[in-house]
């Protein structure tokens, strides 16, 4: 959610923040502001409700001057409306300290009420929980005049999620974060070093990091970086390279973030495929932190994850089981652990997160640690909390995705979980060395496919240009097909504001046809009438269906198809591809569709409303 950036060095920390704000903003967030030591030795700050240019107006009217410490921060409301009172910055000890915060401090009334009691004059001018820590921290640095001792036991006092980072203007070129539950990342520098709650902070001027670990303190200088625990012990870290430089966070020439990252779907996936298909075999070294001997105890396998990365578990899903013969379950994250679900040692866990730091699927993960779970990771970021928490992590080398809805991540997601599945097979003995080597193959054609798909855009754009006045849309489809008509309705819903709903096609009698009336759009995804036991017939029975009863059909089909053509209003033709494979084809034209019909509409397909990158609080 919130962006978070910390700076010590030599430049104009001003103009670092402000850069390592604007990569953050794909976050999502309604409010923005910036502290700074200035020249003159003083603590000075600026916050604004609104988009990051308005704080850039503002800093423009009244500059902040030219000193080389401070932070910056991106909110997104939670405790207090988006207003320039609760913006973070948040300021301690008369104005001298200041303090910014991602996430929840779930007892904040309780310290805001100790606070009243024992210092009765303390004046609160936001509704926020940070204010609270502001000013804690503040008591207690005048108590200890050490920064990092003050956050420190201030922190063993704070319940919930949060990353905290601190500075004072009696400790200038110094900057100190704390963080639980909550992710904080360090930059590593010549002469100046970063915080950020994402490495994007400040990718621009270091590829060199460090991730902070769970409850620790990281207090950073322009010549200096220390992290102990929370009870002030030094910890070992361990410092990785950013795969990835700042021109990869930028459009490059695209109307939107999103329309890029749609173009780079058939790379993303080359990527995830990259190094491990050799020799027509699956070669996953990151897996060696769960051994086959493991792999071939599990009885059972639960894939954890939300939203669109709950529809890639789906997807994996119908692999494993159809390829490994193991039983797999698919969970909402922010359900799983509260329905004290059946799981033990011989249970493997599978997380699935863009960011690795989504707070939900985080949470499920630890329950499943505590249970005895084995636990693997499907994740697209260095350095996040849930993959540095599991057993193993298949990292997706998508690349940077800004766009707050996902769409690149999702194919390299389900590319990530197909490779699983294939090395499951191996391991288990389900599939035999030739029928492992002629699925690789067609993973491996997949880059290529989709590229061909990706030329209908032109096509797709002016089909959506035609529907702008469009108020719902429907989508269908059956096996490996439900999954897409799900994540094409969620990504209508997330960009255009309008009521999209995805069916399995099979349960279409069992209700749902009630809604079809005259002119109803429904997208259809069209199974292969190649495959065997295929269920293409059933579908074009159900597209009959509805269209005697009026609805307009949009049909995407396997090139051919000649079947649907009778029934369907518009055919999105797609390669032809095993079962199993179609859905990395017939998602992008439900991506694009739901971008073209957005930006017709004139919204903001890269930050839609309410929404956040990343989900880091519960």
Known sequence: ??????????????????????????????????????????????????????????????????????????????????????????????????LIHNGIIENFAELKAELLASHPDTVFTSETDTEVAAILVGIEYQRTGDLAE??????????????????????????????????????????????????????????????????????????????TDFDGIPVEVTEFEVSWDASAAEKGGWSSFMAKEISEEPEAIAKTLLGRVVDGGIKLSELDGIGDDALLAIN???????????????????????????????????????????????TLVVSISQSGETMDTLMAVKYAIEAGARTLSIC???????????????????????????????????????????????VRGTLSSPEIAGLA?????????????????????????????????????????????????????????????????????????????????????????????????KVVSNIQEIRARGARILAIAEQGDAAVLPYADVVIPIPLASTLFEPLLAVAPLQIFAMELASAKGLDVDQPRNLAKSVTVE
């Open 300 to 346: 059972r396998v639960v894939i954890l994850g939300c939203g669109t990365a709950a529809y890639s578990g789906m997807l994996g899903k119908y692999a494993i089981e159809k390829w490994a013969r193991i039983p797999v379950d698919v969970e909402l994250s922010h359900e799983f652990r509260y329905r004290d679900p059946v799981i033990d040692g011989n």
């Open 380 to 426: 697209n970021t260095q350095g996040a909390t849930i993959a540095r928490e599991s057993d193993a992590v298949i990292y997706t080398h998508a690349g940077p995705e800004v766009a707050v809805a996902s769409t690149k991540a999702f194919v390299a997601q389900v590319a990530a979980l197909y490779l699983f599945g294939l090395h499951l097979a191996r």
């Open 1 to 98: 959610m919130c962006g978070i950036v910390g700076y010590v060095g030599s430049s104009k920390s001003v103009e670092v923040l402000l850069g390592g704000l604007r990569r953050l903003e794909y976050r999502g967030y309604d409010s923005a502001g910036i502290a700074v030591i200035d020249d003159a030795g003083l603590m000075n700050t600026r916050k604004r409700a609104g988009k990051l240019q308005v704080l850039v107006d503002e800093l423009d009217r009244s500059p902040l001057g030219n000193g080389g410490t401070g932070i910056g921060h991106t909110r997104w409301a939670t405790h207090g409306g988006p207003n320039d009172a609760n913006a973070h910055p948040h300021l301690g000890d008369d104005g001298k300290l200041a």
């Open 150 to 227: 003050a956050l420190r036991q201030v922190v063993s006092r704070l319940h919930g999620a949060f990353t905290l980072l601190a500075m004072h203007q009696d400790a200038p070129g110094v900057v100190v974060g704390a963080r639980r539950n909550s992710p904080l990342v360090i930059g590593l520098g010549d002469g100046e070093n970063f915080l950020g709650s994402d490495v994007a902070a400040f990718v621009e001027h270091t590829r060199r990091a460090v991730a902070v670990g769970q409850d620790q303190i990281v207090t950073i200088g322009a010549d200096s970086v220390s992290v």
């Open 441 to 537: 193959a067609e993973l491996q054609a997949l880059p290529d496919q989709l590229a061909i798909v990706l030329e209908q855009h032109d096509a797709i754009k002016q089909l959506a240009g035609w529907m702008t006045d469009t108020r719902s849309v429907l989508f269908l489809g059956r096996h490996a097909g439900y999954p897409v008509a799900l994540e094409g309705a969620l990504k209508l819903k997330e960009l255009a504001y309008i009521h999209a709903e995805g069916f399995a096609a099979g349960e279409l009698k069992h209700g749902p046809i009630a809604l079809i009336e005259a002119g109803q759009p429904v997208f259809v995804i069209v199974p292969s009438p190649r495959a065997k036991d295929s269920l293409h017939k």
